[in-house]
């Protein structure tokens, strides 16, 4: 009875014709179409552009000769680490200056500048303190994807609605337990949005450290094959990159409807 | 003006509330300004006036939630220092927790309070019964109406059985039939439970058909410019009348009042948005 009463929602909206379902991959196909084209008719030129067709099958082979998966593999679990490292520190920071005026008054302005200042040009100190290896790749991201995490943490947890504090402190909530159990959760998804932010700059972010410092990792493998001017693996590397990034801001879309059911934004509550 | 009650226990005692709040580069605002008033216990007491008159300002101080400026409120005689479970609070916006399923909206005071599983179960259902929402427990506040929602805001309140209940302008964001529908919900719960309800609203018929008495304030800042005895208007089965001649001469007198207010609250708001620009 209840869920009668309650489909409202639900019914208004009407059933996507099948056709326009998978529409957002039309552009996408279209794109390769004609560069597929292009390239075939050397419209362009192949060996600056060569055709999609060529680049699956340089994939298979780099695949089947164990040179894509270990480097995916790698600019992966990087990437993960440094989003994890900078929710862990991004937001236990931007609740502490939410809440505790000392922290406030203390990085306020070092976040303000620290926003705008292109972390990357740091690479040369992050390598000599941490080395060529995954650490200062991870540090660097980390240090990076920090900076507008703690900020929208911060604007997040400052900004909870009063009349929520209210009710909770007129239900028996005292001070301490407030953060857990009215702001924080009500931080929640803005919070979320923050981390979802952070995602594609830490992809870019690991790949471009990858480039500066070789060994293992698609930047490597794409800059090694730049410099032997084969381009079909350039453009594997680079696709591989846009396709680990997709899955993780997917991943990261999934987990967000996930956890914010109640919020109104989620709508398929089936 | 004899704001100070007679016979019965007084509830609430304010004295010389006065509320005053910083603006930068100009002189501080007056909100509420001297305000005596007696709430008696189970009274029903309405405060209405014009918009910005600190009617609500005076229910925050009430709840502990602001701080007076001046005077003193006294809550069975104690001096309201802050919130406290004894003074629940309905606020017009409902102030839900949206990540709580009403039941556990309603469980959410009974948990912080810790009160045995058994009785939280048995006072919630209890609850979800007497406010007609027996099938949605499990429902997020985003899938109520706002009827419906204000509901389970003042179901969470009598969860915790306070002694007195705090209603800001309650039924203010509802449509009007909603409006009606739920200000005879109010007088049937409290009917069944007894309590002192302190209720700020705009609407004087709704203060009228609801309040034992009815304090109107003046336009900024808020002091009590009448109180009226809304009592004689009730009809002995009040739940069932919305328009009688009684209440219809209440609403007038309590307009005869209000007018002018209304009208300088108007100017004042006019002269400070074009202050604004400068």
Redesign the interface.
Same mark, same amino acid.
């Given at each position: 009875?209840?869920a009668n009463a309650?489909s409202d929602?639900t019914t208004r909206q009407r059933e996507t014709p099948s056709w326009l379902a998978y529409r957002a991959v039309y552009s996408v196909v279209l794109v390769l179409l004609a560069w597929e084209i292009a390239s075939r008719t050397a419209l362009i030129n192949p060996f600056f552009m060569p055709a999609p067709s060529l680049l699956v099958v340089q994939a298979v082979k780099l695949t089947l000769q164990g040179e894509l998966l270990p480097h995916m593999g790698a600019t992966l679990l990087r990437a993960l680490g440094a989003i994890l490292l900078a929710i862990a520190i991004g937001v236990s920071l931007g609740i502490a200056m939410a809440r505790i005026a000392a922290v406030r008054w203390f990085f306020d302005p070092l976040i303000s500048l620290g926003l705008p200042t292109p972390k990357i040009a740091l690479w040369p100190i992050f390598v000599l303190w941490f080395g060529f290896h995954d650490q200062s790749k991870i540090y660097l991201t980390t240090f990076a994807c920090a900076f507008p995490l703690v900020s929208a943490t911060y604007l997040a947890t400052r900004d909870v609605?009063?009349?929520?504090l209210?009710?909770? +402190?007129?239900?028996?909530?005292g001070e301490r +337990?407030m953060l857990w159990?009215?702001i924080f959760?009500?931080a929640?998804p803005d919070i979320l949005t923050g981390i979802q932010t952070i995602i594609p700059f830490a992809f870019i972010l690991i790949v471009l450290t990858e480039m500066l410092s070789g060994g293992i990792g698609l930047g490597s493998m794409i800059m090694l094959a730049g410099r032997l001017a084969d381009i079909p693996t350039v453009l594997v590397g680079v696709i591989g990159a846009s396709i680990l990034g997709f899955a993780v801001i997917r991943l990261g879309e999934y987990l967000r409807a996930r956890v914010l059911?109640?919020?109104?934004e989620t709508t398929d509550?089936a | 003006m004899n704001a100070i009650a007679g016979s019965n226990a007084v509830k609430i005692r304010a004295r010389g509330v006065t509320k005053r709040f910083a603006v930068r580069r100009r002189a501080d605002v007056i909100a509420v300004d001297g305000v005596d008033l007696d709430v008696e216990e189970n009274e029903l007491l309405a405060i209405v006036g014009p918009s910005g008159c600190g009617k609500s300002t005076f229910l925050y101080m009430v709840g502990g939630f602001l701080e007076v400026s001046e005077g003193e409120i006294l809550v069975d005689g104690r001096r309201v220092t802050g919130p406290g479970t004894d003074r629940g609070i309905v606020f017009q916006h409902f102030a839900l927790f949206p990540w709580l399923t009403v039941r556990e909206n309603i469980l959410y005071g009974l948990r912080e309070r810790k009160v045995a599983e058994a009785e939280r179960e048995a006072t919630t259902a209890e609850l979800i019964a007497l406010i007609g929402l027996r099938g949605f427990e499990d429902v997020y506040p985003k899938q109520l109406s706002g009827g419906m929602k204000q509901r389970v805001a003042i179901a969470r309140t009598l969860a915790i059985d306070p002694e007195i209940l705090l209603m800001d302008e309650p039924f203010g964001a509802l449509d009007a039939q909603t409006r009606t529908v739920m200000q005879d919900e109010l007088l049937r719960i409290w009917n069944q439970r007894k309590k002192t309800v302190l209720f700020v609203t705009h609407d004087v018929h709704e203060a009228v058909r609801l309040a034992d008495r009815v304090v109107v304030m003046t336009a900024r800042p808020g002091r009590i410019k009448a109180i009226i005895d809304a009592r004689e208007a009730h009809a002995p089965d009040a739940a069932n009348v919305r328009e009688s001649p009684e209440i219809a001469r209440k609403v007038n007198e309590i307009w005869e009042h209000l007018r002018d207010e209304v009208a300088l609250a108007q100017r004042q708001e006019a002269v400070s948005s074009s202050g604004r620009g400068g």
């Open positions: 009875m209840a309650l929602r609605d009063r009349y929520l209210w009710s909770a +402190r007129a239900l028996g909530t +337990r159990k009215v959760r009500a929640v059911v109640w919020h109104e509550h | -």
